[in-house]
Nanobody, 117 residues
Framework: QVQLVESGGGLVQAGGSLRLSCAAS????????MGWYRQALGEQRVLVAS???????KYADYVKGRFTISRDNAKNTVDLQMNSLKPEDTAVYYC???????????WGQGTKVTVSS
């Protein structure tokens, strides 16, 4: 089992910044992917950004140039720096930890981000 604890959500004005953090603990694998997903009200959960233990990174097109994902493998943490926030970034943001051999997917409890116009 893997436990994920997220922090850093909140209310911010459009154009502002927030930093989300997620710490993983439990039975961890050295080869893994950590990422951030978001789910707006009434919508499906979608990928925001992900980073592998080898530091391969993916961003959703709608956050490229504004958000930066990073990780500390020694601390088993992943951060999401969000700049130039827009009202449409308002959502609950979820941390995900996944492995593919064997396949496991774990989710954090979510942290709410609200961007006011």
């Amino acid at each position: 089992q893997v436990q994920l604890v997220e922090s850093g959500g909140g209310l911010v004005q459009a154009g502002g910044s927030l930093r989300l953090s997620c710490a993983a603990s439990g039975t961890l694998f050295s080869i893994n992917t950590m990422g951030w997903y978001r789910q707006a009200l009434g919508e499906q959960r979608v990928l925001v950004a992900s980073i592998t233990s080898g530091r391969s990174i993916k961003y959703a097109d709608y956050v490229k140039g504004r958000f930066t994902i990073s990780r500390d493998n020694a601390k088993n943490t992943v951060d999401l720096q969000m700049n130039s926030l827009k009202p449409e970034d308002t959502a609950v943001y979820y941390c995900q930890y996944s492995t593919w051999n064997p396949v496991h997917v774990y989710w954090g409890q979510g942290t709410k981000v609200t961007v006011s116009s």
